[in-house]
Structures are given as structure tokens and as C-alpha cells.
């Protein structure tokens, strides 16, 4: 039982986790979506991509390099960028690619808040909006302590390559810290790339594609180069089907629901005079509010820590009204980077009309280091009206984890 009963109480990287939906009662599907992404913004490249997206209405992510658009030489130059966001709002998004390119795993935590903090100020400041602005770290280099970084100043992070190489792209459940891409080989056909796409929806992904830089016709081209009259090929394809497949920008794709957030005191910012968070309950010791930066954008500061120990230890929301015949989307940001042994996991509890506890589902849990978002479907059990999310680490766990920004948002 995860609850009282009077209802009071209640790497680059390979990323290895797992995830068991064990209680899920009903089965979430992404819609059907595709974006297009281009890194570093080199200038005719651009210019000669957004040249044909832009006059089929077709959304593309731009990932910049800050320090490049200082120079303005072989990258477009700020005025450009700018431009770009004025001309085309909601067909040309713009996005951190870093401040300087460097490979993000050998950098210092000063450095690493200079390339992702820096960057944004940066945008900013040159008047490009950073609102839901994401980042994609440079040759695809990470881990988890560059994640928990990133994940303290943009809501989202692009990955460079189908990381958990189940050969689909960003398959739900998401990851908004790891977002899986698919870049196409310098001399690999337009229909081939159509085909993946094609073959990414229909297994549920979200296909990303990735490019660098562009060829014009008749030129060969060479790494990290794919010819422009090949990507004709697709984005003609994409406009063609466009009643049945979106083109999107990646903040678009993980919008999924209008619904307001549920949970009360989501990011543990509101705080009693003990330290502990408004609107929570917790099982006792082993159960604090961190304030020392473990949490996520736009809030990290603080952050709910959980430490392993003998016995289960946990914490749990305000119950919040659900309505028994509708479908939710739970998310959460969870960081653990010094796993030995055990698990944590995310529990549902349940209650009558009057606040008295009926049961609960267990949604998931995970068994490894791990550092990112995750998502959880619900879908309230009969007699449900009030629900309360209880993230728990189990008995004898050897394990910090952190959680910040939980949301229960209901489905339309």
C-alpha cells in the first residue's frame, strides 16, 4: 500500500537504463511528425536549404554556434540570425549549438555553464528568442553529468544518432534529454530517407533528421554534406503528405497537451519554514529539498532528493481532482549519477470523493544511472476521483535520486 488509509497520508554516451510500464492502462501514441533539423548554420548551406522549406511552409530547428555568429564568416552573422526569426516565426526555430563547438565531456563545470548558460545569455542578448529555445551538444558528445547541465538551462537536448539503438526513432516513451536523430549519408537516395521516415512513424517514433551542410547540383558531396536535389526529394515528400504527417519544430512535438499542470508546487520552489515543500508529504528521513542546482530548467535550483536506505523511502503530492474516463500524461525530470544497487520508481495513489485511499498503479520504474525526463501514461482505475504521483526508492537502494518539474496533465 502507498498510502495511509484515512487518505491524508498518503556515453560520447551509452545511456543504460531500464523501464518497466508495469500498470500503464492504456496505450499513448506520439502523432505523426516530422522535423527537420540543420546544425552549425554555415551560410550558403542555410540559405540554400531554407530556399526550398520555406516556400512549402515547412518548420526546420536551427542549432547555432554563438562564437560563429560573432565572426559571421563561414556561419551566417547575428543580424541574419535575427532576421530569420523576424521573417519566418513559427517556420524557422532557433537553437543553441553551443558558444564555441567543443566536445562537451571534457569541459570543467565552469565551461560547461560557459557553453550552455553562455550561449543563451548570448541569444538573448542579441534580441533571438529563448523562450522554449533547446541545444544540441556539438559532435553528440555527453553524459550524465553534461545532461544534468544541460538540463538546467533549456528544456529540451537533441542528441546526434539513434542512441538506444532500438533503430526507431524516439520512440515513446520520450526523452526530452536525449532526443534521438536520423542523418542521412552523404550519397544515401531521397526515397531511402522517405522510407525511414515512413518506417519510424508507423513503429510510433518521432523522425528527426539531421543535416549539416548542402550541396548544390552537380556537386559531390563529401562528410557531413548531402546534396540539396536529394533533400528536394523529401521535403516534397513531407509537404505532399502534410494532412497526415506535420511538419513540426522540436519544442512543437513535445507540446502535447494544452492542459494545465495539476500538481501543485511542481518544481519544490515554495518552501516551509523547515525547508520542506509546500503542497508534499514525505515518509521521513532520507527525504529532503535540495537547493544546490540538482533540479531542471527554468526552476533547478531547487530539487527533491531521495536517498536510499533500509527501508522505502518516498515522497508524494496534494491529492488533485481526475476525472475516472480520461487519460493523463505524468512527466517529471529524475537525476541519479551514483547508482550501486536497487531502483526507484513512480507510483500512482488513488482515492474515493472523499479523499480516501482505493488503491494506486505502479508506472514505471528504473535500475540504473539515468539523468533526463520521463513520461508516464494514466489512466485513473474505476471509483478514482483524486490522485496523488509518489515517486519512491525502493528498500535497500543504494542510490541519490533527484526529481524536479512534475507535471499530470490531462490528455484531450
Not at 539531421?210 to 558531396?221: D, K, R
Not at 520552489?269 to 521521513?284: D, E, F, P
Not at 535497500?396 to 535520486?401: A, E, I, K, N, V
Request: aromatic content about 12%; overall charge negative.
Amino acid at each position: 500500500m502507498k498510502a495511509r488509509l484515512n487518505g491524508v497520508f498518503l556515453v560520447a554516451c551509452a545511456v543504460f537504463f531500464l523501464l518497466t510500464l508495469t500498470s500503464a492502462s492504456f496505450a499513448y501514441e506520439l502523432p505523426k511528425m516530422v522535423g527537420i533539423t540543420c546544425d552549425d548554420g554555415q551560410a550558403d548551406s542555410l540559405e540554400r536549404m531554407l530556399s526550398v522549406t520555406i516556400p512549402l511552409g515547412l518548420k526546420v530547428d536551427l542549432f547555432l554556434v554563438t562564437d560563429f555568429l560573432d565572426e559571421g564568416d563561414w556561419s551566417i552573422d547575428w543580424a541574419r540570425a535575427k532576421e530569420l526569426q523576424t521573417l519566418y516565426p513559427g517556420l524557422v526555430k532557433i537553437n543553441s549549438h553551443s558558444r564555441t563547438h567543443p566536445y562537451f565531456t571534457s569541459l570543467t563545470n565552469a565551461r560547461l555553464i560557459d557553453e550552455t548558460r553562455g550561449s543563451k545569455l548570448q541569444f538573448s542578448a542579441h534580441g533571438i528568442n529563448t523562450d522554449d529555445m533547446g541545444i544540441a551538444t556539438p559532435y553528440g558528445d555527453f553524459n550524465l553529468k553534461v545532461l544534468s547541465f544541460v538540463a538546467r538551462y533549456y528544456p529540451w537536448h537533441r542528441a546526434a544518432w539513434d542512441y538506444d539503438g532500438d533503430g526507431v526513432i524516439n520512440k515513446w516513451p520520450l526523452n526530452d534529454c536525449q532526443l534521438e536523430i536520423f542523418e542521412p549519408t552523404p550519397n544515401m537516395p531521397g526515397e531511402e530517407v522517405i522510407a525511414r521516415v515512413q518506417e519510424d512513424i508507423a513503429q510510433g517514433g518521432l523522425p528527426l533528421l539531421l543535416f549539416h551542410e548542402f550541396t548544390p547540383a552537380g556537386v559531390v558531396p563529401g562528410d557531413w554534406q548531402y546534396p540539396i536535389e536529394e533533400f528536394k526529394k523529401i521535403v516534397n515528400w513531407i509537404a505532399a503528405n502534410s494532412d497526415t504527417i506535420k511538419s513540426v519544430t522540436i519544442s512543437e512535438a513535445l507540446h502535447l497537451t494544452d492542459a494545465p499542470n495539476l500538481v501543485k508546487n511542481y518544481s519544490f520552489t515554495n518552501r516551509n519554514v523547515n525547508g520542506w515543500a509546500k503542497n508534499w508529504s514525505r515518509s521521513g528521513a532520507g527525504v529532503t529539498i535540495n537547493t544546490a542546482h540538482q533540479g531542471n530548467f527554468p526552476e533547478f535550483t531547487n530539487s527533491l532528493r531521495i536517498v536510499g536506505g533500509s527501508v522505502e523511502r518516498k515522497a508524494w503530492n496534494d491529492q488533485v481532482p481526475v476525472d475516472e474516463g480520461s487519460e493523463y500524461i505524468i512527466k517529471m525530470y529524475q537525476s541519479c549519477q551514483n547508482w550501486v544497487a536497487g531502483g526507484w520508481c513512480v507510483w500512482v495513489d488513488e482515492f474515493n470523493l472523499d479523499g480516501y485511499y482505493i488503491g494506486g498503479q505502479r508506472l514505471g520504474g528504473n535500475y540504473w544511472n539515468f539523468v533526463g525526463w520521463r513520461y508516464y501514461q494514466y489512466q485513473p482505475s474505476p471509483g478514482t476521483a483524486k490522485a496523488s504521483i509518489q515517486p519512491y526508492v525502493e528498500a535497500g537502494s543504494r542510490l541519490t535520486l533527484f526529481v524536479d518539474s512534475v507535471e499530470m496533465r490531462k490528455l484531450p
